[in-house]
């Protein structure tokens, strides 16, 4: 089967969009600043593959697939290189090495900012608008900064203690893996640390304990703009398929989960 892709969209400036007799000017991806990839598979998933060609095409975000690591292509001895003995199932090594193999691309680059999707997330209609205020507010691209954009782990700021014209928050740790934005001394320091050390859990935690100890700034967007489709109920997981819940059981969850936390916060 040939490789996915997603083909490129080449986004500049800003549209403009004929509404009610007037013309207002709308957001578009920085596409010149960001470099962007989806972690996807090789084979299988389809309606995730055509559900994220959706949503990044409706934004004119110029996104390609990254199906390296996939399940099938990582070998015993590279279990054994790379975790410690029994830490991980193949699938949540497959998808750290996913993320890791992004970072490395993305250093080859020359672009400043790498936005990460896994393939199963949901985009805001503004998503653009808030992209950019990230980055606006972020200011320098050479901090060494990572901004959680997505609400998979359903961590969030008090409702009490958000502040008006403020996005990004300082947090303690990572949200999810899901959707997530980095400078280019994060991804080099990261890959730097996985290359000295084997892992001990999936990437979420892995990379909470290497941002703690390489000094990187933990930065939550509010509110965030993306979601991700295994926990709103529109997806079945793929890491850990045997303890599936129904899916209208997970929408409930979810919607009861994320506005009450929304309230009062968890981080």
């Not at 972020?138 to 008090?158: E, F, H, M, Q």
Request: charged share 25%; proline share 5%.
């Amino acid at each position: 089967m040939a490789n996915k892709k997603l083909c490129p969209v080449t986004v500049q400036g800003v549209d403009s969009q004929k509404a009610d007799g007037y013309t207002r000017q709308m957001p578009t991806f920085p596409a010149d600043q960001v470099y962007v990839r989806v972690c996807h598979v090789k084979q299988g998933y389809e309606d995730r593959e055509q559900h994220i060609a959706r949503q990044v095409a409706r934004h004119g975000i110029p996104a390609t697939w990254y199906l390296h690591w996939d399940v099938s292509d990582i070998t015993d001895e590279e279990v054994e290189r790379l975790t410690v003995p029994g830490a991980l199932k193949l699938a949540e090594l497959s998808c750290s090495l996913k993320h890791i193999g992004i970072w490395r691309e993305f250093l080859q680059t020359d672009k400043p900012y790498c936005l990460v999707f896994e393939d199963d997330v949901f985009l805001a209609a503004n998503f653009n608008t808030k992209f950019n205020a990230a980055l606006a507010e972020l200011g320098d691209p050479n901090r060494k900064a990572v901004i959680y954009i997505g609400n998979a782990g359903t961590y969030y700021i008090s409702a009490f203690k958000l502040k008006r014209g403020q996005h990004l928050y300082p947090a303690p740790h990572g949200r999810s893996t899901d959707s997530y934005i980095i400078t280019r001394s994060v991804a080099a320091e990261r890959c730097a640390w996985f290359d000295a050390r084997k892992m001990s859990a999936p990437i979420g935690h892995e990379i909470d304990g290497a941002d703690a100890a390489l000094g990187v700034e933990v930065l939550w967007f509010e509110r965030p703009f993306v979601e991700q489709g295994t926990h709103n109920g529109a997806f079945l997981t793929s890491i850990n398929p045997d303890s599936q819940r129904p899916l209208w059981y997970k929408r409930i969850e979810w919607q009861y989960k994320k506005y009450r936390r929304q309230l009062v916060g968890h981080m």
